[in-house]
Every structure is written in structure tokens, then in C-alpha cells.
């Protein structure tokens, strides 16, 4: 069986406060999600009717049965999540400033397990197979997870659609500036880059978008997606096509887990043959429909919130 998206990456718990404007020592009251950015995409896509799949690792411990249960209550196959023995699932935390202030606190001491995917156990075929394949950043920061996710990239060799999420966390690189070298093996295997200005910038050592989009496209790449923030999003594929959308207006609640409803709509667009500015023009309207929520895995549009605030031209 052939998956319309395979992620492979980041998962943990997220413990989001249920009461906003309030730093995190004051906080009476969590609320608990799944997260981590590529289980988040794939949430997201199934959202949207696509069958996804996630390679990940958990703890052997509640939280860890927790993610289990809550991938597959959102119909992401969890058959490539395996519990890493004497490792704690990982717990994020935030504080909610709207518009714009959403610190997060990462709780992945000693190790986190997601970065203990193994080459080996990989299922290079289903990988091989899946019409889109994504992987992220963070999966390169330590071994052997970088080791897996280059090996499940160099096997793939580009078959359908392979997405690299840039996905720059600085604080988990134990040196961020051996990051780049990384992310440009990573990228002569991939097909579509994703990333904000920070992220195209440690990948090229470029922060002008459309220079940013150009040595992305230069770097291996079919599609270059560079988010601008509250410029929108701008798009270049390798036949000179581009489209640059402007954000959708929203009254912006919790704005982490937009990213990654962002991803989980391209990939729809992009299996779903879109041009560049539909696709763009939806995935944006999915990111602001989440950063009009608090959470992030189970506020992921469906296809009908999607089209009403395309329509509607801003966020209800």
C-alpha cells in the first residue's frame, strides 16, 4: 500500500496553557496535545483526506501510549512509531502573548526519542513509495537520526514529491553552525524546501527571499516555498513559474502550530495538482485558521474551513 504522505521527525506532548496573557509561573491550567512538527503535518493531511503516515519515536511511558492513541484517533498510521526504552517522551511547553510572543519550552533531556530513528529500522520501501515524503531539519541534529534521514532520502532518490521542512531549532544542535553542510546533502535529494527567512538562511547562507528561493532552486530543488512572515508567502518552482500571497487576515490566538498546518495543506495541493497560487493561497488560509486556535494537532482545518476562509478572503 502506497501512502499519499509518509513524515518522518519530531513528536511530544504539548502542554498549552488555557489561559492567555499569563506567563508561564502563573499559569493555573493545560491543556495536553500532540505535537512536534512532522506528526503535525501529517495530522494535517489526513485532515484534509490524505492517508499519512509518521516515523517517530516515543518513550516507553504514558505520554507515549498518549501519542499512539491520539495519531490514530486522527487517522495517521502510527505503525513506524516504536517506544525508545529509558528515554522520556518529550513535553513542550508554552506561554500564549497574542499576537506575536509564543515562547516554547522544550523538555527533550537526555535525548529526546525521535532522534533515535535508526537506518536500519527504516521501511526504505514504504519510504520509497509514498507519493510524498517529508522530513525535517531537527532530523538531522544528532545521530542516528541524521544518518536515517539521509539514508531515507539518498534511497528514495527523489521518486514522487520529497519535502525538506527546514525546520531550524537552534537549540537542538549541539553546534549550530555545523548545521549548513547537513541541509545541503539533505537538499540534493529533496524535490519542494520549506522555510522561514531564519531557516533559508542557515540553509544558504541567503535572507532575501526571492535570492533565498533562487539558491534553494540552485541547491538541487524543484520548489522553493520561503515564508515571509507579514510579507505572506513567495513561491518559485524550476520552470520560472512564482507566486507571492499575501498573509490572510486573522485575529491570531496561538500561532505555533500554523507552520505546520501550512505543510499538511501544500502536500494536499501538491498531490491534488494546484498551481503555485492556489496552493499557496490555501495552505496560507489553513496556517491562519490554526493560529486562530490554541492548539495545534487537533485544531487542523478541514477542506470546507480551508475553502470559507479563501472565500471570505480572512479568518471568521
Do not use: F, Y
Given at each position: 500500500m502506497a501512502y499519499d504522505l509518509i513524515t518522518m521527525g519530531r513528536i511530544g506532548v504539548d502542554l498549552y496553557p488555557l489561559q492567555t496573557g499569563v506567563p508561564l509561573p502563573q499559569v493555573t491550567s493545560f491543556g495536553k496535545f500532540l505535537g512536534?512538527?512532522?506528526?503535525?503535518?501529517?495530522v494535517a493531511a489526513a485532515r484534509l483526506g490524505r492517508q499519512a503516515a509518521v516515523i517517530t519515536r516515543t518513550g516507553d511511558d504514558p505520554f507515549g501510549a498518549y501519542l499512539h492513541e491520539a495519531l490514530k484517533g486522527f487517522g495517521v498510521d502510527d505503525r513506524w512509531v516504536s517506544p525508545v526504552p529509558g528515554l522520556p517522551t518529550p513535553v513542550t511547553f508554552c506561554e500564549v502573548f497574542p499576537p506575536d510572543d509564543f515562547p516554547l519550552y522544550f523538555y527533550r533531556q537526555p535525548k529526546a526519542p525521535d532522534l533515535e530513528i535508526d537506518a536500519h529500522e527504516l521501511d526504505l520501501d514504504a519510504i520509497r513509495d509514498a507519493r510524498v515524503f517529508w522530513v525535517t531539519g531537527t532530523g538531522l541534529s544528532e545521530e542516528p537520526s541524521r544518518t536515517a534521514t539521509l539514508a531515507?532520502?539518498?534511497?528514495?532518490?527523489?521518486?514522487?514529491?520529497?519535502v525538506f521542512d527546514l525546520d531550524w531549532r537552534p537549540m537542538f544542535w549541539t553546534d549550530p553552525g555545523a548545521a549548513r553542510p547537513f541541509y545541503a546533502e539533505a537538499l540534493r535529494h529533496t524535490t519542494v524546501a520549506v522555510g522561514n527567512l531564519d531557516e533559508v538562511e542557515v540553509a544558504t547562507g541567503v535572507r532575501e527571499p526571492h535570492a533565498a528561493a533562487r539558491a534553494?532552486?540552485?541547491?538541487?530543488?524543484?520548489?522553493?516555498?520561503?515564508?515571509?512572515?507579514?510579507?505572506?508567502?513567495?513561491?518559485?518552482?524550476?520552470a520560472g513559474e512564482s507566486a507571492e500571497v499575501p498573509p490572510l487576515p486573522v485575529n491570531v490566538l496561538n500561532g505555533l502550530g500554523a507552520g505546520d498546518a501550512f505543510g499538511g495543506c501544500l502536500v494536499h495541493g501538491l498531490l491534488a495538482g494546484w498551481d503555485l497560487e492556489k496552493t499557496m493561497r490555501h495552505a496560507n488560509a489553513a496556517g491562519a485558521i490554526v493560529a486562530s486556535r490554541l492548539e495545534c494537532s487537533s485544531a487542523m482545518p478541514t477542506p470546507a474551513e480551508i475553502e470559507a476562509a479563501v472565500t471570505a478572503g480572512a479568518v471568521q
Open positions: 512536534g512538527s512532522a506528526s503535525n503535518v501529517a531515507a532520502l539518498a534511497h528514495r532518490a527523489k521518486a514522487g514529491t520529497t534553494l532552486l540552485d541547491a538541487g530543488v524543484e520548489l522553493a516555498v520561503v515564508k515571509q512572515g507579514p510579507k505572506g508567502v513567495l513561491a518559485v518552482n524550476s
